[in-house]
């Protein structure tokens, strides 16, 4: 049964830090990984969508890599602003079944 | 900007009652995904559909819950009879999903703003 995890559940930094949250999987046979925000009280935004035939994706000051191998993901986000404040969940569809299995999230807080 | 709109945003309710909350997906969209999400369980899949047709409901109690989708721009999900432990965030999502053999791709999925339930 594939697994997700995120860690740190919840990270505080002060503004124009870059950071780096993980995401991991048990199993590896995954047909691709997405990284979602959600603000609350509001749905989920996906941010980058990884295909498991790549190894990263780049939005804005967004990147996002995979090893699937190793069943890890990061998402880093360069020169963080308060306006990055949100959770950030990862989502896998394990390779069969064709359905996203959530983490639990990473709560960011980014200090003006 | 394409939405999915779900409705009502808020409900609450006595136990017992029977509770429906509608999605309307992204036109074009061929999959419809219907989770839940409590600060215990998190982000839970109850159902989907594709092409309209359900794909996979295991994640559904089925004996209270049931999901349908009428037509392409109108999927619902329904609790009868209701219960406390079913207050949650219901969110709808929309998709696009392409099958052929081992071969699979999808389109990032777009989420609605949820239906905010409580069951008294």
């Known amino acids: 049964k594939q697994e997700v995890t995120q860690i740190p559940a919840a990270l505080s930094v002060p503004e124009g830090e870059n950071l780096v949250l993980n995401c991991s999987f048990t199993?590896?046979?995954?047909?691709?990984l997405q990284w979602f925000r959600q603000d609350p009280g509001k749905g989920l935004t996906s941010l980058l969508l990884?295909?498991?035939?790549?190894r990263e994706q780049t939005s804005g000051r967004l990147n996002a890599s995979l090893d699937k191998s190793s069943g890890r993901s990061t998402l880093y986000i360069a020169a963080s602003q308060p306006g990055d404040s949100a959770t950030y969940l990862c989502?896998?569809?394990?390779?069969?079944?064709?359905?996203?299995?959530f983490g639990t999230g990473t709560r960011l807080k980014v200090l003006a | 900007d394409a939405r999915v709109t779900q409705t009502p945003r808020h409900k609450v309710t006595e136990m017992g009652q029977e509770v429906t909350m509608r999605c309307q997906p992204i036109?074009?969209?061929?999959?419809v995904f219907w989770y839940r999400q409590t600060m215990m369980q998190g982000l839970e899949l109850l159902a989907y559909?594709?092409?309209?047709?359900?794909?996979?409901d295991s994640g559904m109690p089925k004996d209270r819950f049931s999901a349908e989708m009428p037509d392409a721009t109108l999927a619902t999900l329904k609790i009868q009879p209701s219960e406390p432990r079913d207050s949650a965030v219901y969110f709808c999502?929309?998709?696009?999903?392409?099958?052929?053999?081992?071969?699979?791709?999808?389109?990032?999925?777009?989420f609605g703003d949820g239906t905010r339930l409580s069951i008294l």
């Open positions: 999502a929309s998709g696009s999903l392409f099958l052929s053999g081992t071969e699979y791709s999808n389109q990032p999925q777009h």
């Open positions: 199993d590896s046979a995954i047909y691709n």
């Open positions: 990884i295909q498991s035939s790549q």
């Open positions: 989502a896998v569809i394990t390779s069969g079944t064709y359905k996203y299995i």
């Open positions: 036109l074009g969209h061929n999959t």
């Open positions: 559909f594709r092409n309209r047709a359900p794909l996979d």
